[in-house]
């Protein structure tokens, strides 16, 4: 029996679908030893065959891309001020 590792981070099990895909594992079987090791809702079967197409198609890089979209309003200038409006109100 192995030893779960718990609360594993997304780069780390797909650190584990590159390393395998590049040792012609198959997509089910890198999903049951991920499975094995990191317990069974580390990542669905579809997403490792996600990512094992992606590393075949000669993706090298593990980590998220970076989203395009609408960026985050709050600032520490906000939150600050935020914080002022509150301690006078009390």
Not at 23 to 43: F, L, T, W
Not at 55 to 83: M, Q, W, Y
Request: hydrophobic content about 35%; overall charge positive; charged content about 35%.
């Amino acid at each position: 029996m192995f030893k779960t590792i718990d609360q594993p981070a997304d780069c780390e099990i797909r650190s584990v679908i590159r390393f395998l895909t590049a040792k012609n594992v198959s997509a089910a079987e890198i999903h049951r030893q991920i499975s094995d090791v990191y317990g069974p809702n580390a990542m669905s079967s579809s997403k490792v065959r996600k990512w094992v197409r992606a590393f075949k198609d000669g993706r090298e890089n593990v980590h998220d891309e970076p989203r395009s979209g609408r960026p985050s309003v709050i600032t520490d200038d906000l939150v600050n001020a935020v914080d002022e409006k509150i301690r006078e109100d009390r």
